[in-house]
């Protein structure tokens, strides 16, 4: 590893110089940090004279905060067209055979006058695809209204874009639309991908305004930005990728999941998982060249699919695409997020980086293991052991008890954040648990089987305690995030089939059971007036606890009553927007003070409003579903024959032991 003196060739940032000010030579340094432009501080680096094959290139921690690489002036996925020349036909010569970046082959065309790798190229027959698909962006005032939203607000569930970079991108995309030049394609269907998840989670003000404005309700809307966004990704070629194509499929799989399209997202979750090891995200190949903050984002990037794969393998039982046992990947350090004048204020990502961080540990101390069905008894104490212990060393802002939030009012996004870890962590404690909670007492798996038993009823019931708190907090705004249905789903079916098993009644904290099973059926009721993963679970669920003469007692004429989120945990409203005097305005200020991006774009003149009390039946989606006339059209029969609307595709039922039992 090259030595921190010999690695900068220069005693400060680029920004630092250009501005004459003492620089801290760490990435970011002081200045840059504080102006909160740390995706501008650049080092350049010396040349090694004996360059080794980029498979075994210095490796970059977040401890190694000294080494730094030279910034080719580009931003967050920026397009450049291809290079022609000889470098260009080289790395070309390379392509048509597949090699992957950090290949041996890699090397072969560098040369000591500065051969690099281009990440971004658009084909030029991308450009007329772009003009078929622009007639679906809005006006810049409504278009702005879905960055913005998403920027402030939908953005910090996953952290996906930088908002410094993007909004540089975004100002310099319009104002390339009104000056008649070449659009990129590759941004053309990020932008596309972000309304159209935008548009999922809109507040009833913002809803109401954007349907009156555009004359289609929202819906209409989604479906239009998502249909543009694939006619323009499809035009694409898997050989000539780039960050921004990674993006804009990770946030095709998010829309897809938030469209009850589960095995849909899954599939679109592969292809994206390609398109980032096509660029070398996986082992962090090909990075010479590439500055700390775009090393930063490829790492962010893999993280986020690392943990999406790994939930999805462990939750719905479906193969990993992502080989989970090489943890040899790289984790985000985070330091593009930290603050100058707030030391102890987290990033915005720091929830994802830790599921990240958990999901190593359980495949680390999992090994060989392919299931939870393959662990021995001990192999499950030292996981549950393992959890404990990632709990008690959660940040005092993501406690899980008497968790700091002196923080909330300023930055609300560790609310929502909060209620998400807390979720994921007690959903993964009971997963190792499940296979003990749907069999019959003399169907023993280890000689620790009633104790398993016991830690399950009590982590299911700790898991619908964390899931109401994320159900009060985004119902019904954001009833479409797929965790506040399946915390909910998952884990009262488990607990119905539990029952089921209890032949001789000796099933621990029976009633508190079978009271948590019937709160769920009240929260899934709610939420099948908002999504079709929530009807559909809803209708699953009720016939199950209706198949059960002891889970049904009280259930067959109950009409369940809405309830309203508590005006504690109601939903995060957008920060005040930034206003301009015109488009021409945001443009022109944006692009003469460029070191300075502002944290959102121009928007509509007007000012966010407080969020109006929920209306007590809300139709997010113009999507209603009608329960008793669903269970009228499908009456109980057998569970194998369920219509689940699609869900029996992406959860695994027979995992419930249900075979022998007369539905």
């Given at each position: 590893?090259q030595?921190?003196?010999?690695s900068?060739?220069t005693?400060?940032?680029t920004e630092?110089?250009r501005?004459k000010?003492k620089?801290?030579r760490?990435w970011?340094c002081n200045?840059?940090q504080a102006?909160?432009v740390a995706h501008l501080?650049?080092?350049?680096?010396?040349k090694?004279?004996?360059?080794?094959?980029?498979d075994s290139?210095?490796?970059?921690s977040g401890?190694?905060?000294?080494q730094?690489?030279c910034?080719p002036?580009?931003f967050?996925?920026?397009?450049?067209?291809p290079q022609?020349?000889?470098?260009?036909?080289?790395?070309?010569?390379l392509?048509?055979?597949?090699?992957?970046?950090?290949?041996?082959?890699w090397?072969?065309g560098?040369?000591?006058?500065?051969?690099q790798r281009k990440?971004?190229?658009s084909?030029?027959?991308?450009?007329d695809?772009?003009?078929r698909?622009l007639?679906?962006?809005?006006?810049?005032?409504?278009t702005d209204?879905?960055?913005n939203h998403?920027l402030?607000?939908v953005?910090?569930?996953?952290s996906t874009?930088?908002a410094p970079?993007?909004t540089?991108?975004?100002?310099q995309?319009w104002a390339?639309?009104a000056?008649s030049k070449?659009l990129s394609p590759?941004?053309?269907?990020?932008?596309?991908?972000?309304?159209?998840?935008?548009v999922?989670y809109?507040t009833p003000?913002l809803?109401k305004?954007?349907?009156?404005?555009?004359?289609?309700n929202?819906?209409q809307?989604?479906?239009?930005?998502s249909?543009?966004?694939?006619?323009?990704?499809?035009?694409?070629?898997a050989?000539n990728t780039c960050i921004?194509?990674?993006?804009?499929q990770f946030?095709?799989g998010?829309w897809l999941?938030?469209?009850s399209k589960i095995?849909e997202s899954?599939?679109?979750?592969g292809?994206?998982?390609?398109?980032?090891?096509?660029?070398g995200?996986?082992?962090?190949?090909n990075?010479e060249?590439?500055?700390?903050?775009d090393?930063?984002i490829?790492?962010r990037?893999?993280?986020?699919l690392?943990i999406?794969?790994?939930?999805?393998g462990?939750?719905?039982?479906r193969p990993?695409l992502i080989?989970?046992?090489n943890?040899?990947?790289?984790l985000?350090n985070?330091?593009?997020?930290?603050?100058?004048?707030?030391?102890?204020l987290l990033?915005?990502?720091?929830?994802m980086?830790?599921?990240?961080s958990?999901?190593?540990?359980?495949?680390?101390?999992?090994?060989?293991?392919q299931?939870?069905?393959d662990?021995?008894?001990?192999e499950?104490?030292t996981i549950?052991?393992?959890?404990?212990?990632?709990?008690?060393?959660?940040p005092t802002i993501?406690?899980?008890?008497?968790?700091?939030t002196s923080?909330d009012?300023?930055?609300p996004?560790f609310?929502f954040q909060?209620?998400q870890l807390h979720?994921?962590?007690?959903?993964?404690?009971l997963d190792?648990l499940?296979?003990f909670?749907?069999?019959a007492?003399?169907?023993k798996?280890?000689d620790?089987?009633?104790?398993?038993?016991?830690m399950?009823?009590?982590l299911a019931l700790?898991?619908?305690?964390?899931?109401?708190?994320?159900?009060d907090h985004?119902?019904p705004?954001?009833?479409k995030f797929h965790?506040?249905?399946?915390?909910?789903?998952?884990t009262?079916t488990?607990l119905?089939?539990?029952?089921i098993h209890?032949h001789e009644g000796r099933?621990?904290?029976?009633?508190?059971?079978?009271?948590?099973?019937?709160?769920?059926l009240?929260?899934l009721h709610?939420l099948?007036?908002?999504?079709?993963?929530?009807?559909?679970s809803y209708a699953?669920l009720?016939?199950?606890?209706?198949?059960?003469?002891e889970l049904?007692?009280?259930?067959?004429n109950?009409?369940?009553?809405?309830?309203?989120p508590?005006?504690?945990?109601r939903?995060?409203?957008p920060?005040?927007?930034?206003?301009?005097?015109?488009?021409?305005d945001?443009i022109?200020?944006?692009?003469?003070h460029?070191t300075?991006p502002?944290?959102?774009?121009s928007?509509l003149?007007?000012?966010?409003?407080?969020?109006e009390?929920a209306?007590?039946?809300p139709?997010?989606?113009?999507?209603?579903?009608?329960v008793d006339?669903?269970?009228a059209?499908n009456?109980?029969g057998?569970a194998?024959?369920?219509?689940m609307?699609?869900?029996?595709?992406?959860w695994?039922w027979?995992d419930?032991?249900?075979d022998?039992?007369?539905c």
């Amino acid at each position: 590893m090259q030595t921190q003196k010999d690695s900068r060739a220069t005693t400060s940032c680029t920004e630092c110089q250009r501005r004459k000010q003492k620089c801290s030579r760490e990435w970011p340094c002081n200045h840059c940090q504080a102006r909160k432009v740390a995706h501008l501080c650049q080092f350049a680096v010396k040349k090694p004279q004996h360059e080794s094959p980029i498979d075994s290139a210095r490796e970059v921690s977040g401890e190694s905060r000294g080494q730094k690489r030279c910034h080719p002036n580009s931003f967050e996925g920026a397009s450049t067209l291809p290079q022609n020349g000889e470098a260009g036909q080289s790395e070309d010569g390379l392509k048509v055979w597949g090699y992957m970046p950090g290949h041996v082959h890699w090397k072969v065309g560098a040369t000591d006058d500065g051969f690099q790798r281009k990440q971004t190229a658009s084909e030029p027959t991308g450009v007329d695809i772009v003009e078929r698909v622009l007639h679906a962006v809005p006006p810049r005032s409504i278009t702005d209204a879905f960055v913005n939203h998403f920027l402030g607000v939908v953005n910090y569930r996953y952290s996906t874009i930088y908002a410094p970079t993007f909004t540089n991108q975004y100002v310099q995309w319009w104002a390339d639309r009104a000056a008649s030049k070449q659009l990129s394609p590759e941004f053309t269907c990020l932008l596309l991908r972000i309304c159209a998840y935008s548009v999922q989670y809109l507040t009833p003000s913002l809803r109401k305004m954007i349907e009156f404005e555009l004359a289609c309700n929202l819906q209409q809307l989604t479906d239009r930005f998502s249909n543009a966004a694939e006619q323009l990704s499809q035009s694409f070629t898997a050989s000539n990728t780039c960050i921004e194509r990674v993006q804009e499929q990770f946030l095709k799989g998010a829309w897809l999941k938030s469209e009850s399209k589960i095995v849909e997202s899954w599939h679109a979750l592969g292809c994206t998982i390609r398109e980032a090891q096509e660029l070398g995200i996986d082992r962090d190949a090909n990075i010479e060249g590439l500055s700390e903050f775009d090393i930063e984002i490829r790492r962010r990037i893999w993280a986020l699919l690392y943990i999406w794969d790994w939930q999805m393998g462990a939750w719905l039982g479906r193969p990993n695409l992502i080989d989970q046992k090489n943890l040899n990947f790289k984790l985000p350090n985070l330091r593009l997020d930290q603050s100058s004048s707030e030391p102890n204020l987290l990033s915005p990502f720091a929830h994802m980086a830790l599921q990240a961080s958990l999901g190593r540990r359980l495949n680390t101390i999992m090994g060989d293991a392919q299931s939870v069905d393959d662990l021995s008894a001990d192999e499950i104490v030292t996981i549950e052991a393992e959890l404990d212990k990632f709990v008690d060393e959660l940040p005092t802002i993501f406690r899980l008890h008497d968790p700091d939030t002196s923080l909330d009012a300023e930055h609300p996004y560790f609310v929502f954040q909060r209620h998400q870890l807390h979720t994921v962590v007690y959903v993964t404690k009971l997963d190792f648990l499940k296979p003990f909670l749907t069999r019959a007492r003399d169907d023993k798996k280890t000689d620790r089987d009633d104790e398993f038993l016991a830690m399950g009823i009590d982590l299911a019931l700790d898991v619908l305690k964390v899931a109401r708190r994320l159900f009060d907090h985004e119902f019904p705004i954001n009833a479409k995030f797929h965790m506040v249905v399946f915390s909910i789903f998952d884990t009262s079916t488990i607990l119905c089939s539990a029952i089921i098993h209890d032949h001789e009644g000796r099933l621990p904290r029976r009633d508190e059971v079978t009271n948590a099973i019937d709160g769920s059926l009240d929260m899934l009721h709610q939420l099948s007036l908002t999504t079709k993963l929530g009807a559909s679970s809803y209708a699953f669920l009720y016939k199950l606890v209706q198949s059960h003469p002891e889970l049904s007692r009280g259930t067959e004429n109950r009409k369940r009553a809405r309830k309203q989120p508590s005006t504690s945990t109601r939903t995060l409203e957008p920060p005040p927007l930034v206003h301009h005097a015109s488009s021409r305005d945001s443009i022109t200020s944006s692009v003469d003070h460029p070191t300075q991006p502002p944290a959102m774009v121009s928007a509509l003149p007007q000012t966010y409003v407080p969020v109006e009390p929920a209306p007590s039946m809300p139709i997010l989606n113009n999507f209603s579903f009608d329960v008793d006339q669903f269970l009228a059209q499908n009456p109980l029969g057998n569970a194998a024959a369920l219509d689940m609307g699609g869900m029996e595709q992406i959860w695994d039922w027979e995992d419930l032991n249900l075979d022998q039992f007369p539905c």
